[in-house]
């Protein structure tokens, strides 16, 4: 009871992980990630390079739209900055953080992420235009609570950037599944070069996007041999990559619970058959003074589901310890010693996954009972009070 209620928990936290709303529609996503900068790729030389990478994705066949991040998204990265509201200084200003994003003009459409108000990063948006920058919603209601976003001016504390905001899109997701929606800034990437030495492609395919692996990998060798092609994967392999956690352990847990589910129903069979071996001439008796086929199954299976109603609720009373555990983040076996991932959007002591194991258990409990019942039931009585 106790492993298999661990085990249900765990699956209802992967399977709620898996159908979380990420914010942008991670099908048909090819993912790649390019470093210039180590191959001396710098200044215009950097966006000169980015420009003709550009040039030969959007015509690549197959491919409906290429974009590029400075951070790929649910893949347990990211990167944020400190921010100074209008009228603040440094030594007068609380610590406001903020994710952000460099991110190219058609970054919201290709990633298909919807423009709110406001409007959306050009070509034009270079080193010698006035910077500007998309936030998401969760940064103007955090911010900006009482105020309208839109025009107003933040200033970015690493390089000291004054920049307008422009537009406002819906949030997203940003380094795991898990995590809770956090204020986000995005950059036009002409203009955040410091950011863009490493970038995370991310092309818009029209079939199954790993199929492109190896035509990405040559057009980037041909542009540059020396510039490796790595990481490369589609966005639901990536986002499934971090939940390897959860699903190790609902794994192990389903395996053992199965394992421990199997002894427990042999060990109840088994003991059962004995029994009724030890009372056939009981049985015999019973039966030739009038019992039928079907009290003495019931009698027999009552028997073996007293031991069956115990061991529920004692494993009942465990696995709502257990799972006490859980939620506060930490649980120990003898397998691993360490924090481990919280449920998500199951909560402690739930009702449905205890029902499920409950009646799962009582099921598999029956049948293990059922069969020395049957066999009890098929007593010849002139056989059993010959027996010894």
């Given at each position: 009871?106790?492993?298999?209620?661990?085990?249900?928990?765990?699956?209802?936290?992967?399977?709620?992980?898996?159908?979380?709303?990420?914010?942008?529609?991670?099908?048909?996503?090819?993912?790649?990630?390019?470093?210039?900068?180590?191959?001396?790729?710098?200044?215009?030389?950097?966006?000169?390079?980015y420009q003709q990478v550009f040039a030969r994705l959007d015509n690549l066949p197959g491919v409906r739209a290429a974009t590029f991040g400075s951070v790929s998204l649910i893949a347990d990265d990211n990167w944020m900055n400190d921010i100074l509201l209008p009228g603040e200084t440094e030594k007068t200003a609380g610590q406001h953080v903020t994710n952000e994003q460099a991110a190219?003009?058609?970054?919201?459409?290709?990633?298909?992420?919807?423009?709110?108000?406001?409007?959306?990063?050009?070509?034009?948006?270079?080193?010698?235009?006035?910077?500007?920058?998309?936030?998401?919603q969760a940064f103007a209601r955090q911010f900006f609570p009482h105020e309208d976003v839109l025009g107003k001016h933040v200033t970015i504390i690493?390089?000291?950037?004054?920049?307008?905001?422009?537009?406002?899109?819906?949030?997203t997701k940003y380094m795991s599944q898990r995590e809770e929606i956090k204020p986000l800034l995005y950059l036009p990437w002409q203009q955040a070069r410091e950011e863009i030495g490493t970038t995370h492609f991310a092309l818009r395919t029209n079939g199954e996007p790993t199929a492109l692996a190896a035509t990405v990998r040559q057009l980037i060798r041909d542009l540059d041999s020396n510039l490796p092609v790595t990481e490369v994967s589609s966005q639901t392999a990536r986002a499934q990559e971090t939940l390897g956690q959860e699903r190790l352990a609902a794994r192990l847990l389903t395996f053992f619970g199965g394992l421990a589910l199997l002894?427990?129903?042999?060990?109840?069979?088994?003991?059962?058959?004995?029994?009724?071996?030890?009372?056939?001439?009981?049985?015999?008796?019973?039966?030739?003074?009038?019992?039928?086929?079907?009290?003495?199954?019931?009698?027999?299976?009552?028997?073996?589901?007293?031991?069956?109603l115990l061991g529920l609720a004692l494993g009942a009373l465990g696995g709502y310890v257990m799972i006490r555990l859980l939620a506060s983040q930490y649980f120990a076996s003898g397998i691993w010693q360490q924090t481990v991932a919280e449920l998500y959007g199951v909560k402690p002591g739930d009702p449905a996954?205890?029902?499920?194991?409950?009646?799962?258990?009582?099921?598999?409990?029956?049948?293990?009972?059922?069969?020395?019942?049957?066999?009890?039931?098929?007593?010849?009585?002139?056989?059993?009070?010959?027996?010894e």
């Amino acid at each position: 009871m106790l492993l298999l209620v661990g085990a249900g928990l765990f699956i209802r936290t992967l399977y709620n992980l898996q159908h979380v709303d990420l914010g942008f529609n991670q099908e048909n996503l090819l993912l790649f990630r390019l470093q210039p900068q180590q191959a001396g790729y710098k200044d215009e030389r950097l966006i000169n390079f980015y420009q003709q990478v550009f040039a030969r994705l959007d015509n690549l066949p197959g491919v409906r739209a290429a974009t590029f991040g400075s951070v790929s998204l649910i893949a347990d990265d990211n990167w944020m900055n400190d921010i100074l509201l209008p009228g603040e200084t440094e030594k007068t200003a609380g610590q406001h953080v903020t994710n952000e994003q460099a991110a190219r003009e058609n970054y919201f459409a290709a990633m298909e992420i919807p423009l709110l108000r406001g409007r959306g990063f050009t070509a034009q948006d270079d080193m010698h235009a006035p910077r500007v920058g998309i936030v998401s919603q969760a940064f103007a209601r955090q911010f900006f609570p009482h105020e309208d976003v839109l025009g107003k001016h933040v200033t970015i504390i690493d390089g000291n950037h004054d920049v307008e905001i422009v537009g406002i899109v819906a949030d997203t997701k940003y380094m795991s599944q898990r995590e809770e929606i956090k204020p986000l800034l995005y950059l036009p990437w002409q203009q955040a070069r410091e950011e863009i030495g490493t970038t995370h492609f991310a092309l818009r395919t029209n079939g199954e996007p790993t199929a492109l692996a190896a035509t990405v990998r040559q057009l980037i060798r041909d542009l540059d041999s020396n510039l490796p092609v790595t990481e490369v994967s589609s966005q639901t392999a990536r986002a499934q990559e971090t939940l390897g956690q959860e699903r190790l352990a609902a794994r192990l847990l389903t395996f053992f619970g199965g394992l421990a589910l199997l002894l427990a129903a042999v060990g109840l069979s088994g003991v059962l058959a004995y029994s009724v071996a030890q009372r056939t001439n009981e049985i015999g008796i019973r039966m030739a003074l009038g019992a039928q086929s079907g009290n003495v199954l019931r009698l027999v299976i009552w028997q073996g589901m007293k031991l069956v109603l115990l061991g529920l609720a004692l494993g009942a009373l465990g696995g709502y310890v257990m799972i006490r555990l859980l939620a506060s983040q930490y649980f120990a076996s003898g397998i691993w010693q360490q924090t481990v991932a919280e449920l998500y959007g199951v909560k402690p002591g739930d009702p449905a996954t205890f029902a499920i194991i409950t009646l799962f258990l009582l099921l598999i409990a029956l049948i293990a009972c059922w069969l020395p019942a049957r066999k009890a039931a098929q007593v010849d009585p002139l056989v059993a009070l010959r027996y010894e």
